[in-house]
């Protein structure tokens, strides 16, 4: 039963008037799932918004919250609107060095917190601070390790709560009052970008825009009460705030937390959600998972795998879309999901999967395939920070492996004449924080958004993404370069973590790989191979070949595209450490950082482009306890195995 308020702390109201008793949250606490019901979870958001006005936070204070998906959390940010302040969550897996600059620009305050972790580091934070009147409140969750903290300004969730109910008690009609006083175009929440490029910025994103984002998804699929979502990805991401926050406020799903990031994996296959989502690196590492279980499985098992997934290939997607297949294909399919798709799909966590989607990098067409080859009703949605993720919706029965959808309702798309996708509609940003000159750069004077993402739509309104503008490129000769469409396909194989590419105004491309240590770790301890840790593994002859195979097959796939002929790899190495946000290599949201990387390790690109057979490197790394290190190897350069051009360039 969908709400048709048009603030998120009218939304909640109304669902705890209209049916007070329905979950609306559960987490796993110690191997117990707990459960919140609308009516607590707005007395709750109460209590803490109360409890938060008591030591003087006010309307328009920013309030940071910093964790992993936690039901308190959540509340927070709702109870910062109620005050019609605004929630800005930051990643928790960010050191301090990096907080520090997002608490800095957002004047931020007052914190909640998680746990002793991220106390540890807001304390820090707190000492490098050196502009403004600094963090004065920070309230934690999980008093674990806490105990004998004295700092000024650390305070206990539920003594927050218990102030909120002294402030509630003193002063009864303040909550109603500051929750009336909300409009639809105040600013619901900051979400800081990924900073690919630079300095985060935020993104300012009213309750107007997140709500029409929100609608417009669960009316495309028809989400409401009896649906379930796990929420595990980070707060800060946009993602999470619309399916987490919008969506559940809009739809009244239930909302689930895992109890660890560990266990989500276990948490999904006892909630069975009917509602999923993730970044291709999720299904990626999915996909991972499931093939190192085969390779530990009985022979008989894994020949039953291989023929019954050949299958799938050829008939699965078409069966999904509703397209025409054969009957004799119908049965063996209907077998194959009895005896193979069905137990994958409960291995995964989506037995129960209704809708599942992808978004925040382009995910590989052989990737997207292999789910719903198997039954997964798994989609795409486009989007920014900047427009709430909120472009385009692939919606049932017109799902292209190619396309990331059409305009999703209350958007309008357009191609300018530099082939970049060009936004307009109910999602796009009021502002970035405090840089009118940044918010000038994005927001042209028609309202069009500047999406930076190069694209085409096709003669059904769909729209593909080829890659980030600045990103795409030509080869020397003239053949168009899109890294990312080339990485997405490494990536399909399990046995590739990451991949960065190269080859704008080179003769060729060349490519710098991560292996996936668990799966190629578990490959060669199969084959007896022995080794020492990452950087032994990476260098092995036999992983090489190994690599080598993968990416020959992207080069037989590439050179039979049209117009991807040229771009087939021509060399490549494995690199000797793993790409790592704190190295600065990747975002906090696993985005490659490409000109850093290329700038980095420059001595490597040059080597893969001069005709070397190895290079020696050393590279300084960040370890989790804030110590450095330097890791150094004599890289291999390899030539890759390349095809005649099948078709010609378009």
Same mark, same amino acid.
């Given at each position: ?75 927070? #940010? ?9 929630? #800005? ?194 299904f990626e590492g999915l996909l991972t998972a499931v093939s190192i279980r085969m390779e530990d499985a009985a022979a008989s098992k894994r020949w039953l795998y291989a023929k019954f997934m050949a299958l799938a290939q050829r008939v699965g997607a078409d069966l999904l879309n509703g397209a025409p297949v054969g009957f004799g294909d119908r049965l063996l399919y209907g077998l194959g999901n009895l005896l193979v798709y069905g137990p994958l799909r409960n291995v995964l966590g989506m037995s129960r999967i209704r809708v599942a989607y992808t978004a925040g990098a382009a995910i590989g067409p052989d990737l997207f395939r292999f789910y719903r080859s ?51 509609g109910v999602s796009v940003l009021k502002e970035y924080y405090k840089r009118p000159d940044a918010t000038a750069e994005v927001l042209d004077a028609d309202g069009y958004f500047h999406t930076g993402d190069a694209g085409v739509i096709d003669a059904e309104g769909h729209l593909r993404i080829i890659d980030r503008a600045k990103d795409v490129g030509r080869l020397a000769g003239g053949a168009i370069f899109a890294p990312n469409y080339i990485e997405n396909k490494l990536k399909f194989f399990p046995q590739i973590k990451e991949a960065v590419c190269f080859g704008n105004e080179r003769d060729e491309v060349c490519a710098a790989i991560n292996i ?86 420059? #001595? ?33 350069? #390899? ?12």
């Amino acid at each position: 039963m969908q709400t048709k308020a048009n603030t998120f702390p009218r939304l909640l109201l109304d669902h705890a008037k209209q049916r007070p008793d329905a979950p609306a949250v559960r987490e796993k606490d110690l191997g117990i799932w707990q459960t919140w019901s609308w009516a607590m979870v707005a007395r709750e958001v109460r209590e803490i918004a109360c409890g938060l006005a008591s030591l003087g936070f006010k309307a328009g204070d920013n309030l940071a919250i910093v964790g992993a998906n936690r039901p308190h959390l959540y509340m927070a #940010v709702l109870a910062a609107q109620s005050l019609r302040g605004v929630p #800005v969550p930051l990643y928790q897996d960010a050191v301090a060095g990096e907080m520090v600059f997002m608490l800095e620009d957002a004047s931020i305050e007052f914190v909640i917190a998680e746990d002793q972790e991220q106390v540890d580091k807001l304390l820090e934070c707190r000492e490098l601070k050196k502009q403004g009147a600094g963090i004065g409140h920070i309230v934690y969750d999980d008093p674990r390790g806490l105990r004998h903290y004295d700092q000024a300004g650390l305070l206990g969730y539920d003594k927050l709560r218990e102030l909120g109910s002294a402030f509630d008690a003193a002063h009864p009609r303040f909550f109603d009052e500051s929750v009336a006083s909300v409009e639809p175009g105040d600013v619901a929440v900051i979400l800081y970008t990924s900073g690919t490029t630079g300095r985060p910025k935020g993104v300012c994103q009213t309750h107007a825009s997140f709500i029409a984002a929100g609608r417009g998804g669960v009316e495309t699929d028809r989400l409401g009460p009896g649906d379930n979502i796990m929420s595990y990805l980070p707060m800060a991401w946009v993602g999470d705030h619309l399916f987490s926050v919008a969506q559940w406020l809009v739809g009244g799903f239930t909302l689930n937390c895992p109890e660890s990031s560990e266990t989500v994996m276990n948490d999904m296959r006892e909630i069975g959600p009917s509602y999923y989502f993730g970044p291709p690196r999720t299904f990626e590492g999915l996909l991972t998972a499931v093939s190192i279980r085969m390779e530990d499985a009985a022979a008989s098992k894994r020949w039953l795998y291989a023929k019954f997934m050949a299958l799938a290939q050829r008939v699965g997607a078409d069966l999904l879309n509703g397209a025409p297949v054969g009957f004799g294909d119908r049965l063996l399919y209907g077998l194959g999901n009895l005896l193979v798709y069905g137990p994958l799909r409960n291995v995964l966590g989506m037995s129960r999967i209704r809708v599942a989607y992808t978004a925040g990098a382009a995910i590989g067409p052989d990737l997207f395939r292999f789910y719903r080859s198997i039954g997964v009703n798994l989609k795409q949605f486009y989007g920014q920070t900047e427009t709430c993720a909120y472009v385009c919706l692939q919606q049932d029965g017109k799902v292209k492996l190619q396309t990331v959808g059409s305009a999703a309702p209350g958007i309008e798309l357009k191609i300018a004449d530099d082939g970049e996708v060009l936004v307009r509609g109910v999602s796009v940003l009021k502002e970035y924080y405090k840089r009118p000159d940044a918010t000038a750069e994005v927001l042209d004077a028609d309202g069009y958004f500047h999406t930076g993402d190069a694209g085409v739509i096709d003669a059904e309104g769909h729209l593909r993404i080829i890659d980030r503008a600045k990103d795409v490129g030509r080869l020397a000769g003239g053949a168009i370069f899109a890294p990312n469409y080339i990485e997405n396909k490494l990536k399909f194989f399990p046995q590739i973590k990451e991949a960065v590419c190269f080859g704008n105004e080179r003769d060729e491309v060349c490519a710098a790989i991560n292996i996936d240590y668990e799966a190629v770790g578990n490959w060669a301890e199969r084959r007896g191979l022995a080794y020492g840790g990452y950087v032994d593994l990476a260098g092995k002859p036999e992983v090489l070949a190994l690599i080598g195979e993968c990416i020959a097959k992207v080069n037989a796939d590439l050179a039979g595209e049209d117009g991807m002929g040229e771009t087939q790899i021509a060399r490549f190495l494995v690199l000797h450490k793993e790409l790592d946000p704190d190295d600065d290599e990747l975002t906090r949201t696993r985005k490659v950082r490409r000109g850093f990387i290329a700038d980095k390790y420059r #001595v490597l690109v040059d080597a893969l482009y001069g005709g070397k057979t190895e290079q020696y490197i050393e590279t300084q790394v960040k370890f989790e306890d804030g110590r450095t290190g330097v890791v150094n190897a004599t890289l291999k350069i #390899v030539e890759a195995k390349t095809y005649p051009i099948l078709k010609a360039a378009a």
